[in-house]
């Protein structure tokens, strides 16, 4: 069963702006944390959370994209959607939507039994 599903990645030149969307599954979207992680296979590490909000709307942002990036609930359609503007080449990455019982495990508790993820979604900054 397929809880999350990623749409909205893509190419774009620096400086543009593109919106990612997470459909996710009512139960997810209404009793979990829910966020972004992206991956980029050139860089060590597991990954970084971009940004997450919780269920009563509190959201955190990774230091490198404040300012530039927006995540928001859409409640009508179990939707989170991600923002993402002045967009930098650094910024390319495949980007997964995730959720768990809590914010501050989203990457950490990765394949724990609260924790799910999509199947990801490219995003390609050109400069």
């Known amino acids: 069963q397929v809880e999350l599903v990623e749409s909205g990645g893509g190419s774009v030149q620096s400086g543009g702006s593109l919106r990612l969307s997470c459909a996710a599954s009512e139960y997810l979207f209404n009793h979990r944390c829910m966020g972004w992680i992206r991956q980029d296979p050139g860089q060590e590490g597991e990954g970084e959370v971009v940004?997450?909000?919780?269920?009563?709307?509190?959201?955190i942002y990774a230091d490198s994209v404040k300012g530039r990036f927006t995540v928001a609930r859409d409640s009508a359609n179990n939707t989170i959607n991600l923002y993402m503007n002045r967009l930098k080449p650094e910024d390319t990455a495949m980007y997964y939507c995730a959720a768990d019982s809590h914010c501050g495990l989203l990457l950490k508790s990765k394949g724990g039994p609260f924790n799910d993820w999509g199947q990801g979604t490219q995003v390609t900054v050109s400069s």
């Open positions: 940004a997450s909000i919780d269920t009563d709307g509190s959201t």
